[in-house]
């Protein structure tokens, strides 16, 4: 079952991210709350009626690859959804109005790719990588790049790809060996094999327009010697249409825990006469122009993760209220009664909306980053996405695997039984934990890239953010007991804060030993702050049913998981001496 969850969504864009607020202000002209509600009911509209259907299709079918012709086919039904999609104008939503798109925010964005993946990830993937595909020629490509290219991915009629792995290259890309050589003519020839490439061969469009990272002969050692190239897998005429088959092709499709309609591809360029590519931004400057569409990514994926956690939470509560098992009373009832199952569900719930909360609290950041009123506030918000992108992706993804698996537990033996679709959710959420930079990565960009931004200043910006919200949480009698949870979570943050940049300024490693910890126990901080900021805005609001909803979150959060902050505290200021301890035993 999917229901759309328009509602959790506007509360979200409006409490938490102040989007109505933004459009008051005049930083989205062509943008009202009615059209806003307008899109956000239409979305969800496609992505029950068209979307949805297609998940349990293509994960039983998944993608089909003919080794002879190098052809990937998707599921049955997802061409057709693909064209009704373009059609409709969503390919366009987030693009460049320059180019053909409608320039919506981010924060429209993505909620709406929240919309697509919740329905069918598989599908919503595809889409994302487009966009940010597209983003990333609009910031770094020239002139005529995008005058060539840009049009037909911000329609969908072309979709794009970000090829960074290798064989031999997973998260240290500096060990890439794909090379690139000028052909003297302006292009450059290609030549290597990427792995794990999302959407990189498929028969839903007539183009595929790849950005691949390559090493030029004679460049730096190590990520500063790459550079970043545009390698259709069509040529195109002089009036822009696709007509001649590039030397670039799938040789292999991966067969994979979930996300079975996505196609995961090995592409080969280079196999023959060589692949023609385009340089995208400077040359050896490739991975700072990547950087462009993996930064969306990680925010998309992130996002993710929290889609896959509602479906399967939606489905989790409708199996419990059906589902008849126990005696209470002596009565037989639905497992919902039962406070175990009533306390798995409630975890499924305030865990996916405080990631649903990080998420978009990082999306405002860009949207301010962009359109803030002084270039002081552009550079602050630009500097707070920053730190809060890794946060989103990490806990958003991890949220989507335990939440799904907690989903499996509520049906039983059930859920593990491919029937009910609940252990896809699982298979689903996994990958989202590894790819777009697995979520170890992410902990370390976190501790020693983004804690030193403006030399600790964003961080204490974002804090003293939090600090207002705890304020006005205390001056609420329903909420003043969640104002003492989230204060001393945060008074734990920011110790270890200081402790970790203390030890990151003397190059102890036991900043990367809790690095990972330390991330957990800046999203709870964060995602409570999240649920607080809901709450306030219901109680403002004075509607019964949504103060009910959202006071609970926040309270429920408060309770069962902002107290963890204090052992979390205590593991990253001390557990990395006992992991020194055993490295030589791990090592071996």
């Not at 088959?245 to 090995?266: A, F, M, Y």
């Not at 990547?290 to 479906?311: D, I, S, W, Y």
């Not at 953010?465 to 001393?488: D, I, N, P, Q, S």
């Not at 709870?524 to 649920?531: E, I, K, R």
């Amino acid at each position: 079952m999917f229901v759309p969850q328009i509602d959790d969504l506007r509360q979200t864009l409006d409490d938490v991210a102040g989007l109505e607020g933004l459009i008051e202000a005049g930083l989205f002209p062509d943008l009202s709350a009615d059209l806003v509600a307008a899109v956000l009911s239409e979305a969800g509209r496609f992505a029950a009626e068209v979307l949805a259907p297609l998940n349990r299709a293509g994960d039983r079918h998944g993608c089909t690859f003919d080794a002879a012709t190098h052809a990937v086919t998707t599921a049955p039904g997802w061409r057709e959804a693909y064209r009704q999609w373009c059609e409709a104008g969503w390919a366009a939503l987030p693009c460049p109005p320059d180019y053909g798109g409608q320039g919506l925010p981010v924060l429209m964005g993505l909620a709406v790719q929240e919309l697509w993946n919740t329905a069918a990830s598989a599908y919503g993937i595809g889409t994302l990588l487009t966009q940010g595909a597209a983003e990333t020629i609009a910031a770094h490509g020239s002139e005529e790049l995008r005058r060539t290219w840009l049009p037909g991915m911000v329609s969908g009629r072309w979709t794009g790809t970000m090829n960074l792995t290798e064989a031999q290259a997973g998260s240290d890309l500096s060990a890439i060996q794909t090379t690139a050589e000028p052909a003297g003519d302006g292009t450059w020839r290609i030549a290597g094999t990427k792995i794990f490439i999302t959407y990189g061969e498929h028969d839903l469009t007539d183009n595929i327009v790849h950005l691949v990272l390559a090493r030029i002969a004679g460049a730096p050692q190590g990520t500063r010697g790459m550079s970043l190239f545009l390698v259709p897998k069509f040529l195109l005429d002089e009036d822009g249409e696709p007509a001649r088959r590039n030397d670039v092709k799938c040789i292999g499709l991966e067969e994979k825990l979930g996300i079975h309609g996505s196609p995961t591809c090995t592409l080969r360029f280079g196999d023959e006469e060589g692949a023609v590519g385009f340089l995208v931004g400077e040359e050896n400057r490739g991975l700072a122009c990547m950087f462009t569409m993996m930064n969306n990514a990680r925010l998309h994926v992130g996002m993710q993760g929290v889609a896959v956690a509602e479906r399967a939470s939606q489905q989790a509560v409708a199996f419990a209220r059906e589902r008849r098992q126990g005696k209470l009373a002596g009565e037989v009832v639905p497992i919902v009664r039962h406070p175990d199952v009533q306390r798995m569900l409630a975890d499924m719930e305030v865990k996916t909306q405080a990631a649903r909360s990080i998420c978009f609290e990082t999306a405002r950041a860009l949207d301010l980053a962009d359109h803030g009123a002084t270039p002081e506030e552009r550079a602050a918000n630009a500097a707070l996405a920053g730190l809060l992108t890794p946060i989103a992706k990490a806990f958003g993804t991890d949220v989507g695997s335990e939440v799904a698996s907690l989903g499996v537990q509520v049906h039983g033996g059930m859920g593990y039984i491919e029937e009910t679709g609940a252990a896809q959710h699982l298979r689903d959420a996994r990958i989202c934990q590894i790819y777009e930079g697995t979520n170890g990565i992410q902990a370390i960009d976190l501790v020693t890239r983004k804690l030193t931004l403006e030399g600790g200043d964003t961080f204490a910006r974002w804090a003293a953010g939090v600090k207002a919200t705890l304020k006005a949480l205390a001056a609420h009698a329903a909420t003043e007991a969640m104002a003492g949870e989230l204060g001393r979570a945060l008074a734990v943050l920011e110790e270890t804060t200081a402790q970790l940049t203390a030890w990151l300024a003397a190059g102890d490693r036991r900043a990367l030993a809790g690095a990972t910890p330390y991330l957990r126990l800046f999203a709870l901080v964060a995602g409570a702050h999240g649920l607080g900021l809901g709450a306030l805005a219901a109680l403002a609001r004075n509607d019964a049913a949504a103060t009910d909803r959202r006071l609970w979150r926040a309270r429920y959060f408060a309770a069962n998981h902002l107290p963890l902050a204090a052992g979390l505290g205590r593991i990253v200021c001390g557990g990395g001496d006992a992991l020194a301890d055993g490295a030589g035993l791990l090592i071996g």
